[in-house]
């Protein structure tokens, strides 16, 4: 039964690795030089499987992982063997070690998500701070686009720093608007793709006109801000709640294995096998549904995806 259990802890892991490694479609190279030679060869606006997908590579990227997808999958797979055989230690029961080992395993990825979500509201909360100086610079005539953008990867919102620096090191090799188009499909970012969209219009059209829309964009993303943190806080005991009915099952029944042996007994058998198997696919599928009834509902959607490298060819 150990082995059996240890094998179907091998086949979850292995998997979240096929699962993650899937996404990895971009070679591995790094800083500019990948985002430079991805945006002449106009991949970086559209990833396999849509426009709510991006490839794993910048997707650690917009996460501030600086590994491999293959290094993440690597330290995953460690983290739960690490975890299963601490806690075999413990129960000396199998199954009760490998769920909560699966779990661990998916642990950096879950962080990551959390890591990458965080720095995409904190760039959108900049983003209006960041259009009032730019409609003041260029509406007074003291810079031009390209200069007030520089400034913003200097003394701009910190959120916003790292994309306006890859866009000042970028516009000398490829251009202002395809760099503009390579930071677009690096953030993938819905409140993020209108803004770029203005500022690659004004390249071509003058500030006349992209001042009153910037103006516009500034008043909406704020509205769309307060929105998402009124959603976001009338969620938080849902979510909760779901992690607490999610988690506390195998908490108990890992105190009964490692402090009872007739229980440590009875999950070790075929029968308790069964049990603990059934038990975690239908609190997964508890665990789907509740999180489906509570994610965040988007108050913006990424329409722009797929045209994101058309100005980068």
């Not at 307060?226 to 979510?239: F, G, I, N, P, Y």
Request: charged share 15%.
């Amino acid at each position: 039964m150990s082995v059996l259990a240890v094998l179907c802890m091998g086949a979850c892991v292995w998997a979240l690795a096929r699962v993650v490694a899937g996404q990895a479609v971009l070679p591995r190279r790094r800083g500019a030089r990948l985002v430079r030679d991805e945006a002449r060869r106009g991949r970086l606006g559209t990833a396999k499987g849509g426009a709510g997908r991006v490839p794993f590579q910048i997707w650690l990227s917009q996460a501030g992982a600086a590994v491999t997808p293959g290094q993440f999958v690597a330290v995953s797979g460690g983290v739960a063997l690490a975890v299963f055989a601490l806690l075999f230690a413990i129960s000396k029961t199998a199954v009760v070690a490998a769920l909560p080992a699966v779990g661990a395993g998916a642990s950096p990825y879950a962080y990551w998500s959390s890591q990458r979500r965080k720095a995409a509201i904190a760039r959108s909360a900049a983003w209006p701070d960041a259009l009032r100086y730019l409609v003041g610079v260029l509406g007074a005539g003291l810079a031009t686009l390209h200069d007030a953008l520089e400034e913003l990867s200097r003394s701009g919102p910190f959120a916003l720093r790292p994309a306006m620096a890859r866009y000042a090191r970028l516009s000398g090799r490829v251009g202002d608007r395809a760099a503009l188009e390579a930071v677009r499909a690096e953030l993938a970012d819905p409140i993020s793709d209108p803004v770029l969209l203005a500022f690659a219009g004004a390249i071509e059209e003058g500030t006349g006109t992209v001042l009153r829309v910037l103006s516009d964009l500034g008043a909406q993303i704020t509205a769309d801000l307060q929105l998402a943190e009124k959603v976001r806080t009338l969620q938080t005991q849902a979510r909760t709640a779901t992690w607490g009915c999610f988690v506390l099952p195998y908490v108990v029944l890992f105190v009964l294995c490692t402090t009872n042996g007739a229980y440590r007994g009875y999950f070790s058998r075929p029968a308790g096998l069964v049990v603990v198997l059934l038990g975690a696919v239908m609190s997964l599928a508890g665990f789907a549904v509740s999180r489906r009834l509570v994610r965040p509902v988007a108050t913006t959607r990424r329409v722009f995806a797929d045209g994101a490298s058309r100005w980068a060819r």
